[in-house]
């Protein structure tokens, strides 16, 4: 993605983080209604909303891109690379064929839900990061910079709900650790 993300402009780089959050919005939606205990059925739920937000300030920066009749790009642009790009971002291509057969199981327990959660984070984070460094509009920048750190949170999260949950699991002499 690297070798991609430095052909590709302040806006489609803004369509691509829009399709992440909305992909994880989803996820972690379906991952808060499957949920049987409180605990993470809050959690998925908070994280949805989290990716709803970020959602939200993504087409407000693209509409601002917009109205200012100027895509700023990172690199040259090349229409073979865009095409390609609205591609991905219309198919949702970004996430794995793995992650999205386990994500869509009706039978997904919450430790694996847990376990995509924490992949998607990082993939994310490492989107994000690229998405600061060569982001050329100066709001959209401060913007993926503030959403590293949140997606951090998110992973941390994730991990220690997935620690807590092997933790409640019953040892091999059947008594609660």
Not at 48 to 63: I, Q
Not at 133 to 142: D, Q
Request: aromatic share 6%; net charge positive.
């Amino acid at each position: 993605m690297a070798k991609i993300i430095k052909f590709i402009n302040d806006d489609e780089a803004l369509r691509i983080a829009s399709n992440l959050e909305k992909e994880g919005y989803s996820f972690y939606s379906t991952a808060a209604r499957r949920a049987k205990d409180s605990e993470s059925k809050l959690m998925f739920k908070q994280l949805a909303e989290a990716e709803e937000k970020h959602l939200s300030h993504f087409e407000e920066l693209r509409s601002n891109l917009h109205e200012r009749k100027g895509q700023i790009p990172w690199g040259e642009e090349d229409e073979l690379v865009s095409a390609y790009l609205r591609n991905l971002v219309e198919t949702g291509v970004f996430a794995s064929p793995d992650k999205k057969s386990t994500a869509k199981r009706k039978d997904i327990t919450v430790a694996e839900t847990c376990r995509v959660g924490i992949q998607t984070e990082k993939d994310s984070i490492l989107f994000f990061s690229e998405a600061a460094r060569l982001c050329k509009n100066r709001k959209g920048r401060k913007m993926f910079k503030a959403l590293v750190e949140e997606e951090k949170q998110h992973l941390t999260e994730l991990v220690r709900h997935l620690r807590h949950l092997g933790e409640k699991r019953p040892s091999r002499g059947g008594k609660r650790k």
